[in-house]
């Protein structure tokens, strides 16, 4: 069985399905290591640490399952809820902050915990792990190659799952409890059968809390197609009013002189997602950028798009902090995507060179 054919619905494209705070994937599945991870030994240079990792520990209410997807997903239904699949890696922080904000938060303190439990039966699996997942009679996989199977690249990754075990939403890294409801509410309501979820999030999450930062490196551009044909990558960054994450991205990453100065390889665009103005996108096509944030299938703010030579190269639609995020600059600035097929396979070999000169790698910061 296919099982990427498993996971697609007509509510979400196979790209959206593949993409998704985030950790990486950083040994061979994830570029975030467990953070008891470290370099070999050197005999001349003590190896640097991963800093900043967490304990992931899960609410004793998640479902004590048995891994068959079938018979949970169906349970679910009959109880009136929908199946959720919380895909997390030892260590990582992402993780343990979605768990503490969202699952283990009451609502009276600004989580989203009573209404999980009410309408979610919460499963949890390890992307390494080497637990049997049963999709039918015929088809059995391993945790961790459901997560091959599926691209995990960021942890948590969470799947929500309808009655006949089909994913009708994903998440791709760690949301505030806000970002999160709507996403709830979307796969409650079941509103997945007449909408995709980057449509429903602008149609319903428009409260203003957010008004759009400067930054020296923005570049304007109306015709992105005649732009990659330079030899300058470009950075395209979708914002928007909605956007509660949007004044700590400005802040925590893109002030940061190393960012700073990675950005100035790249024709850097911000884009008002809610803007009506037309462009040329990528491709050469008339729209908008409202109408190009959804054909990407992207339901998260900030989100970050990298191209080069009219090509995606890679995107951020999670909480995303320092170290990963000069890491996936530097794979598409440097072209390292000629070598590497993905910017998880440069992970690696970047973050050993770092650890291998002495240097700790904080993931956290």
């Not at 079941?190 to 979820?197: M, V």
């Not at 509660?244 to 400005?250: A, I, N, P």
């Not at 072209?335 to 590497?340: A, Q, W």
Request: proline fraction near 2%; hydrophobic fraction near 40%.
């Amino acid at each position: 069985m296919n099982l990427l054919n498993h996971f697609s619905l007509k509510t979400l494209s196979i790209k959206s399905l593949l993409l998704l705070a985030i950790c990486f994937i950083y040994t061979g599945n994830s570029v975030f290591a467990d953070s008891t991870t470290s370099a070999s030994t050197d005999t001349a240079t003590t190896p640097g640490k991963i800093l900043g990792g967490a304990d992931v520990e899960f609410p004793e209410w998640f479902k004590e399952s048995f891994l068959d997807f079938r018979e949970d997903a169906a349970e679910a239904a009959e109880n009136g809820k929908h199946m959720l699949v919380f895909a997390d890696l030892n260590g990582c922080p992402y993780c343990a902050k979605m768990l503490q904000d969202n699952f283990k938060t009451a609502e009276k303190d600004g989580g989203n915990m009573e209404f999980i439990k009410a309408n979610f039966d919460s499963i949890h699996i390890n992307i390494k792990g080497d637990r049997e997942i049963a999709f039918n009679e015929d088809t059995e996989v391993t945790e961790q190659e459901l997560a091959k199977a599926l691209k995990v690249m960021y942890t948590p990754t969470l799947l929500f799952m309808n009655a006949n075990n089909k994913v009708v939403a994903r998440l791709n890294g760690y949301r505030t409890p806000r970002e999160f409801k709507t996403v709830l509410n979307y796969v409650k309501d079941k509103a997945y059968e007449k909408t995709d979820l980057a449509s429903y999030r602008s149609e319903n999450l428009n409260d203003a809390v957010y008004e759009l930062l400067p930054n020296n490196n923005f570049t304007e551009i109306t015709d992105f197609k005649k732009a990659s044909e330079q030899n300058k990558p470009i950075a395209l960054l979708f914002e928007d009013k909605t956007c509660g994450e949007c004044s700590q991205f400005h802040k925590d990453i893109l002030a940061k002189p190393e960012i700073d100065t990675l950005m100035k390889a790249y024709n850097f665009v911000r884009l008002d997602a809610l803007s009506e103005k037309e462009i040329i996108d990528i491709d050469g096509n008339k729209t908008t950028a409202k109408d190009w944030i959804k054909k990407l299938g992207i339901s998260y703010r900030p989100a970050l798009v990298l191209y080069d030579n009219g090509e995606e190269k890679g995107r951020v639609t999670g909480l995303l902090k320092s170290f990963h995020m000069t890491q996936l600059l530097t794979y598409v600035a440097d072209k390292e995507y000629e070598t590497y097929e993905t910017w998880l396979d440069f992970g690696k070999v970047y973050a050993d060179k770092i650890l291998k000169s002495g240097k700790d790698i904080d993931l956290w910061k």
